[in-house]
């Protein structure tokens, strides 16, 4: 009926602000008004694109891994971690023309960068994890999900889902630019360790168990954004500055 299609149309574009409210804002209030960051974003988005292109090509390829997500996982990591490194190995490389375009000669300007481009990393990854959510479940029932007391906030926990690998990808991205920047191995490591980690805990979401993923990605979430503020340069006596009205 018109009343039940408006209820899940209204309770999609809910599980959508969930998801996607906090990384929108960040793009409008941080990027959107530097066209040159667009752009970087935009080519962020396109690396994680490949290495989804690259894994789908393995996926077809390699019957076995069809069935087998636990193989499938890994490979996809990795993948996304080279993309990512291939990024900023191009970003290093038009760090002049960056430079020139964007006027920027401060310090912060290769953080910013590193930011813009786990931003396009992340915002494409929760698009393409989260849309087919959405769109099943603005129908008239949800395919897939058992009338059982936990089910029913699978699409809510996976709207928490995406929202938290979005912001992850930015502050992977911070990370690992900084790493490969100063030669800094520990972030190196750090970053696709934590990312194996946290994508090997999402396949709970299978077992209907989503608050054991949700609860580490977001401890792992506090963790990284805190040490990407201090690898940014940020300080007690400076956080304390700017949160000071």
């Not at 929108?24 to 941080?30: D, E, N, P, S």
């Not at 008004?33 to 390699?62: K, N, T």
Request: overall charge positive; glycine content about 6%.
């Amino acid at each position: 009926s018109y009343i039940s299609t408006k209820m899940t149309v209204l309770a999609g574009f809910s599980y959508s602000l969930v998801a996607y409210a906090i990384p929108t804002a960040l793009f409008f209030l941080t990027v959107a008004r530097q066209p040159h960051e667009v752009i970087v974003m935009i080519l962020g988005a396109f690396f994680w694109l490949l290495s989804l292109l690259i894994v789908a090509i393995i996926w077809i390829i390699v019957v076995p891994l069809r069935s087998t997500p636990a193989f499938t996982l890994p490979i996809s990591v990795i993948l996304q971690e080279l993309c990512r490194w291939l990024y900023f190995r191009l970003v290093k490389k038009g760090d002049k023309l960056l430079e020139v375009v964007s006027d920027d000669t401060s310090q912060l300007r290769h953080h910013k960068i590193a930011y813009v481009g786990g931003l396009g990393f992340g915002l494409i990854a929760g698009i393409v994890s989260f849309a087919n959510v959405v769109e099943v479940a603005t129908g008239p029932g949800v395919v897939g999900v058992r009338g059982s007391e936990d089910s029913q906030y699978f699409v809510l926990s996976s709207a928490f889902g995406a929202q938290v690998i979005i912001l992850l990808n930015i502050c992977w991205g911070v990370l690992w630019f900084d790493g490969w920047e100063k030669r800094n191995w520990i972030l190196i490591v750090l970053v696709p360790v934590s990312h194996m980690l946290i994508s090997g805990l999402s396949l709970l979401n299978n077992s209907y168990c989503p608050a054991y993923f949700l609860t580490a990605a977001y401890i792992l979430l506090i963790i990284l954004a805190t040490l990407s503020l201090f690898t940014a340069g940020a300080r007690p006596k400076t956080l304390k500055y700017f949160f000071t009205f």
